[in-house]
């Protein structure tokens, strides 16, 4: 597949009909060093290199072509899934590619669905008003009745770590304090909009962690924008990647041009 890859690198300088590139032309193009490079190919980030008879690494257009895409896929999906996915590529699994490119776009989608839930609950905060910090403390009893719910409820809730009231000494009865309170009617709200615990727990941590639901609504309108950020991102990479896709699929067709190339004629001078 290489040698069919090299038929359709054009642009630049060519040397015996083929366009070469150096490691520090590839290095310079991306702000990498050219170690870097060499490391890139060498795990799999970059399709195998031919060598000159003295040891040299020859680089070619499609290896431009691949450290660009790679260079896209990191800004939207990380280290962790940009260099898997660049090694199926070029080890002929492109299915096994874009399922992991499936599996962070289902991530991002939990995340989302994660802030939705956290919405949720500050509404329902919101519209119960602001809890007096010297009510004092409810049994679990007045607490049932308070939310409408069961006290076997919130005993389960509690054993799933998503409510923490004190004990009174002496007695061991649990007593809950205004942020229990709080709690328990987040959950209450998020269960009745059909949330399992797992999703749940992160909004309480929020709102813990915050110390006010005004703060942690701030935090997720932060978050929900490095969301919207990222989704851009990773559109720009999955459509970088399509076009590499396009390029590394077509094999040994025939015709092939520059413009088949992600962002045009390549601007690098040869040399090894």
Avoid at 47 to 61: D, I, K, L, N, Q
Avoid at 119 to 138: C, K, N, T, V
């Amino acid at each position: 597949m290489v040698t069919a890859w090299r038929r359709r690198a054009r642009g630049g300088r060519a040397v015996g009909g083929e366009v070469r590139f150096r490691s520090v032309d590839l290095a310079r193009s991306a702000g990498v060093s050219t170690q870097q490079i060499r490391n890139y190919e060498e795990s799999g980030v970059l399709p195998p290199a031919p060598r000159t008879e003295s040891g040299y690494r020859v680089f070619e257009e499609v290896h431009r072509q691949a450290l660009l895409v790679f260079r896209a896929l990191m800004k939207g999906y990380g280290p962790v899934t940009a260099t898997p996915v660049m090694r199926r590529v070029h080890g002929g699994d492109v299915p096994g590619a874009l399922a992991l490119v499936d599996a962070a776009h289902a991530a991002l989608h939990e995340e989302r669905v994660a802030l939705r839930a956290a919405d949720e609950a500050l509404q329902a905060l919101a519209g119960a008003g602001p809890a007096a910090s010297s009510r004092p403390a409810l049994r679990i009893g007045e607490v049932a009745g308070l939310l409408g719910v069961r006290t076997s409820a919130l005993r389960v809730w509690e054993a799933a770590g998503l409510l923490t009231p004190r004990r009174e000494r002496g007695t061991g009865y649990r007593l809950f304090d205004p942020a229990d309170v709080r709690d328990a009617r987040l959950v209450h709200t998020l269960r009745n909009s059909h949330y399992l615990f797992d999703r749940i727990r992160p909004v309480l941590d929020g709102l813990r962690r915050e110390g006010s639901s005004e703060a942690l609504r701030a935090a997720l309108v932060a978050r929900g924008e490095a969301l919207t950020a990222r989704t851009r991102a990773m559109l720009e990479g999955a459509g970088a990647l399509h076009a590499y896709l396009g390029l590394v699929t077509a094999g040994d067709s025939a015709g092939g041009s520059a413009g088949d190339s992600v962002d045009g004629p390549a601007r690098s001078s040869a040399g090894d």
